[in-house]
């Protein structure tokens, strides 16, 4: 049963940008432990559940752009968040990972919101959560089942 168990770091990093009337930036980057349980006994691999406890920096920008230079709102922080998941992972040679997976993360996160609109900067605490899709690949480290 404590081979069905499985501990790794998951990282992560999103970037977006858009610049039509406004421009929308937005930086991300999570980084924290992964518990894995696998619900099958096996050496190939399977579904499993997953669970991390994550810490995250960001960035968000927004400017409206009509005017001749950009009147911004910048929003800026970190915090702490958990991401939970299901996925599937196959393991090939007992060494590689290919996996795929659906993860839940929920963020408590604190950060100073610059607005030039009104000149005025403010320290804010929020909350942030997201659907996301995944798919990588892995090295399996220790363990060894033989």
């Not at 196959?90 to 009104?118: H, M």
């Amino acid at each position: 049963m404590a081979n069905r168990f499985a501990l790794g770091l998951l990282i992560g990093t999103r970037r977006s940008s858009n610049e039509e009337f406004f421009i929308q930036e937005s930086e991300l980057f999570s980084i924290g432990p992964s518990f894995r349980y696998f619900l099958a006994n096996s050496k190939e691999g399977g579904a499993f559940l997953q669970s991390s406890v994550l810490y995250t920096r960001f960035y968000d920008r927004n400017a409206f752009i009509v005017t001749q230079s950009p009147v911004d709102q910048v929003l800026k922080g970190k915090g702490v968040g958990t991401a939970f998941g299901l996925g599937y992972a196959y393991v090939f040679k007992d060494l590689l990972i290919l996996e795929i997976a659906f993860n839940y993360t929920y963020s408590w996160l604190s950060g100073q919101n610059i607005d030039q609109i009104t000149n005025v900067s403010k320290d804010e605490n929020f909350k942030r959560s997201s659907f996301s899709f995944s798919f990588g690949l892995g090295i399996l480290i220790g363990g060894n089942s033989k």
